[in-house]
């Protein structure tokens, strides 16, 4: 009885933690500034209290404002951002709207993920899932670096994973997200000038390197999680190892 009350605790206890940290992205309010779980200054030395209050405070709030004027009166208006995201992508009509649904999405999910405490390794499944895919988490961390450092221009790159829980990193220009090609995005390094700049200059990769120390992984591990799949991806991909 006791064990099985202990159980019940912690199921309703993983449910809440996962609920408040997977935070689906359209669940977020998506015409207001979002809101942040840590102060501007914690994150230093990272990224300093100035990059946080031009990164979040104007540059995020001018996508939420633009955004907010561009879909008023269409049929975006009442779409998910991720949807207004997609449907927008195919619209050559309509590149104001995905520039803005892109950014508000991309820096919602950017802002999300750090925490002054963060760093480390991730678990769980998502931890077996990298090991699958590239070895090891130093080899994706080298991987991912390399793909923020080698982007040409303003953008993003991303830990995605499709439909079966398969992770891929994805560079996306400007204001893309992996939904677009019908992934889910788990983790987004923003490597537009604006978010380092001011604290590392032209050092891209001394940035991105940093950025590492701040990643709440268990944030990363719910968004991973909340898509149902992470289980049968590394099953699959144990099973077809020992096929081969
Ligand atoms: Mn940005």
Redesign the pocket.
């Known amino acids: 009885m006791i064990v099985l009350v202990f159980i019940l605790v912690l199921l309703t206890f993983s449910n809440v933690y996962a609920e408040k940290f997977s935070q689906p992205v359209d669940s977020i309010p998506m015409l207001q500034l979002v809101s942040l779980p840590y102060d501007y200054d914690d994150l230093q030395p990272v990224i300093s209290e100035r990059t946080m209050q031009l ?1 979040h405070g104007k ?1 995020l709030q001018g996508y939420v404002d633009r955004l907010a004027r561009y879909i008023i009166n269409t049929p975006y208006n009442n779409m998910p951002l991720s949807r207004i995201v997609i449907m927008s992508d195919s619209s050559v009509y309509d590149q104001e709207i995905f520039d803005n649904a892109g ?1 508000v999405l991309n ?1 919602n999910l950017y802002f999300l993920q750090f925490s002054p405490h963060g760093g480390g390794e991730p678990q769980g499944a998502l931890a077996k899932a990298i090991v699958n895919r590239w070895g090891s988490f130093e080899e994706f961390k080298h991987a991912f670096t390399q793909n923020g450092s080698q982007l040409f221009g303003s953008g993003w790159v991303w830990l995605a994973c499709d439909h079966e829980g398969r992770l891929y990193i994805v560079q996306e220009p400007n204001g893309g997200n992996p939904v677009t090609h019908g992934l889910t995005p788990l983790l987004g390094i ?1 490597v ?1 000038e ?2 380092y700049y001011l604290d590392y200059q032209n050092r891209r990769t001394d940035h991105i390197d940093a950025v590492w120390n701040i990643i709440d992984w268990p944030v990363i591990e719910a968004r991973y999680e909340a898509t149902g799949v992470s289980d049968n991806c590394c099953q699959t991909a144990v099973e077809k190892m020992w096929e081969e």
Do not use: E, G, K, S
């Open positions: 990164h540059h950014q820096h923003d537009w604006h978010a």
